[in-house]
């Protein structure tokens, strides 16, 4: 009995390797004109044609070539060879898109190139040669747009013409007490144009030389651009002396304001959301207002009269997991009033506008980047109007005149106000 059942599975095995290798050797002979199957063991010594180029299209420190494949059907890809800085790059393509981009020129110009093709068997073509012309990379046209403005402790940088939007470094430069180059800072950005804030006590309040260059990712520099600046002198203002003001505040937390003369009310809905969140120097909370029909306000004590410079804003981020950046309840438009004293209406004389504000996506892009949830993780600086940083003030209202999804709240991660203490 035992001998007949071992016959019986032994034959069992038998027919089901045998069906398996039938249903192998079907769906292969079937899926070969398909997907154009060709033998990876098969081969010769046998050098393939040259490809034909089909169209070159040069671009900002760029080249792309498209190519036409040669006959030869064990052809594997094709193959760029190019002089960079006395650096030989080589860069490749598959058969199934035979593109070619050819990248880091260091300036406008004509380069040679060598275009083989190369088989399975890594057979190279003879090579046919080509000379391409790559317009002025971004980070010359970048290095030729960049200013250098004095700011409060410190200088903005701005740029502009990176028209391909490739990675840059923006680089702060100075010199040391050796009379040494020095780097000061760094800025990476893919940004077309922008802007950025390099603030250090440690530059001083006295006329220095700042310098700047362009830096791309292969390690080719602009020439720089020097000027001497001389740094205003601020401080951040102590977060623990602020409060808010609720003397004409709505009483309610789902009371809704409206109008010149009320603010919106305290948000008690959640504790994780209270004004003091707003200075509590912690990211994951935030503070979000009450209700109100925009524009709607709210305001806050210094605790200090001052006349303010900048002041730093941060997005919600609540460790939810959630991107709350250029989104929900985060404010896009708004204006920043100041007084010496605490009057209820916003159009009273002695509410003084220090400035006008609207938040833009930095990569100018319809759909934020990664690049601009990192910008937006750093906090955006925004500046009082210069001709509003002599205005002594103790209160500051905030009038919110739209957010992100058009709500009628507002989300402040955190904020932080630098300016001249002029009492305590």
């Known amino acids: 009995m035992n001998k007949y059942y071992k016959k019986i599975n032994s034959l069992r095995n038998s027919i089901l390797y045998g069906s398996i290798l039938v249903c192998i050797a079907s769906f292969l002979l079937s899926c070969g004109s398909e997907f154009n199957v060709q033998d990876l063991t098969s081969g010769d010594s046998q050098a393939p044609s040259n490809p034909t180029v089909d169209n070159v299209l040069n671009s900002s420190g760029s080249v792309t070539i498209e190519c036409l494949l040669p006959p030869e059907e064990d052809v594997l890809y094709l193959m760029a060879e190019y002089n960079v800085n006395g650096v030989q790059r080589v860069v490749k393509s598959s058969f199934y898109k035979p593109v070619l981009f050819l990248d880091g020129f260091p300036e406008a110009g004509d380069y040679k190139v060598i275009i083989k093709a190369v088989d399975r068997n890594e057979n ?117 002396k602020m409060s808010p003001v609720r003397d004409y505040a709505m009483p309610g937390a789902y009371d809704i304001a409206e109008g010149l003369c009320v603010d919106v009310g305290p948000n008690f809905r959640d504790p994780q959301t209270q004004f003091a969140h707003l200075f509590d120097g912690q990211l994951n909370t935030y503070y979000e207002t009450g209700d109100g029909v925009p524009p709607f306000s709210f305001t806050f004590d210094l605790g200090v009269t001052a006349n303010l410079s900048r002041y730093k804003y941060y997005q919600r981020d609540d460790g939810s997991g959630t991107n709350f950046s250029f989104n929900h309840n985060t404010i896009k438009k708004w204006r920043v009033y100041g007084s010496l004293t605490k009057e209820p209406c916003l159009d009273h004389p002695s509410w003084k506008l220090l400035g006008t504000y609207e938040m833009v996506i930095p990569s100018g892009e319809d759909v934020p980047t990664q690049g601009d949830f990192d910008a937006a993780d750093a906090g955006f600086d925004y500046f009082i109007d210069i001709e509003a940083t002599n205005i002594p003030v103790r209160f500051i209202r905030f009038a919110i005149d739209e957010n992100w999804s058009g709500g009628t709240m507002a989300h402040f991660g955190e904020l932080m106000i630098w300016g001249v203490i002029l009492d305590n």
Do not use: C
């Open 124 to 240: 190279e073509s003879s090579g046919i040669q080509l000379t391409v012309s790559p317009t002025t990379p971004s980070y010359i046209i970048a290095g030729n747009n960049i200013s250098i403005e004095a700011t409060f402790s410190g200088v903005i940088v701005r740029w502009q013409g990176n028209v391909e939007k490739d990675e840059l470094i923006i680089q702060l430069l100075g010199y040391d007490d050796e009379g040494e180059i020095v780097i000061l800072d760094d800025n990476y950005t893919d940004f077309e144009k922008g802007w950025f804030l390099s603030m250090d006590p440690s530059y001083g309040y006295s006329e220095r030389e700042f310098g700047v260059v362009v830096i791309d990712r292969w390690g080719n520099t602009s020439q720089a651009t020097w000027k001497s600046l001389q740094p205003l002198f601020d401080e951040q203002l102590d977060h623990t």
